[in-house]
Each structure stands twice: as structure tokens, then as C-alpha cells.
């Protein structure tokens, strides 16, 4: 079992920035592809970005590509998700999620282990 708690989340203005951290235990991570999700009210949840265990390919949705950077370091069994010049569509909830398979992963169905998410609000 993998437990995933995400932090850092909270108000920002727009244009602003937020560093989310997801920190892993039970288990180290570093097996794991790693993916950000968000919940806006009254919308599905969608995918943010991912990076396998390596770190060494990533994948961005069109809508935070160039503003936002994942990153993970194993040593810490933690992954990042820098966020810049955010914009009010940006308010949500964040959520990391873990998978055992490999290969880049930008749906839901592929994530084994869920937190219980992190809320960012972009005031504008």
C-alpha cells in the first residue's frame, strides 16, 4: 500500500505561484509513474501532468503546459508540481496519484493510489 498526502496548497492571486508536494509512505515511489489531477467545482476530475519513475519523461495538459513542471525526487519519496503565472481556472482540488504501470499515464483508471487532495484557490 501506498499512502499520498499533498500539501501546499491555498489562495494565490493570479499570475502568482504555489509549489505542490505529494509526499509517498508505506512504500518508496520510485518504481511508481506519478500523476497531478484536478477537481474544479462542478467539473470532472482531469489530468495536470505526470512523470514516470525516472524523471526523465514527463506530460503536461494542454491547459498548464509552459506554466506548470512536475518533478519528483525518490530519494524523499516525494513528487512536485511547480505552478506558475496561475490563472482562476486553476482553482481546484489537486490530487497525486500513483501507478505500478509503466509508460506515460494521463488517465485516471491507470492510478492505484489516490490522496485525499489539496485545495488551491486563484483569486482574480
Known amino acids: 500500500q501506498v499512502q499520498l498526502v499533498e500539501s501546499g496548497g491555498g489562495l494565490v492571486q493570479a499570475g502568482g505561484s504555489l509549489r505542490l508536494s505529494c509526499a509517498a509512505s508505506?512504500?518508496?515511489?520510485?518504481?511508481?509513474?506519478m500523476g497531478w489531477f484536478r477537481q474544479a467545482p462542478g467539473k470532472e476530475r482531469e489530468f495536470v501532468a505526470t512523470?514516470?519513475?525516472?524523471?526523465?519523461?514527463?506530460s503536461y495538459a494542454d491547459s498548464v503546459k509552459g506554466r506548470f513542471t512536475i518533478s519528483r525526487d525518490n530519494a524523499k519519496n516525494t513528487v512536485y508540481l511547480q505552478m506558475n503565472s496561475l490563472k482562476s481556472e486553476d482553482t481546484a482540488v489537486y490530487y497525486c496519484?500513483?501507478?505500478?504501470?509503466?509508460?506515460?499515464?494521463?488517465?485516471?483508471?491507470?492510478?492505484?493510489?489516490w490522496g485525499q487532495g489539496t485545495q488551491v484557490t486563484v483569486s482574480s
Open positions: 508505506g512504500r518508496t515511489i520510485s518504481s511508481y509513474g
Open positions: 512523470i514516470n519513475w525516472s524523471g526523465g519523461s514527463t
Open positions: 496519484a500513483a501507478t505500478s504501470t509503466a509508460g506515460i499515464r494521463t488517465t485516471e483508471r491507470w492510478y492505484d493510489y
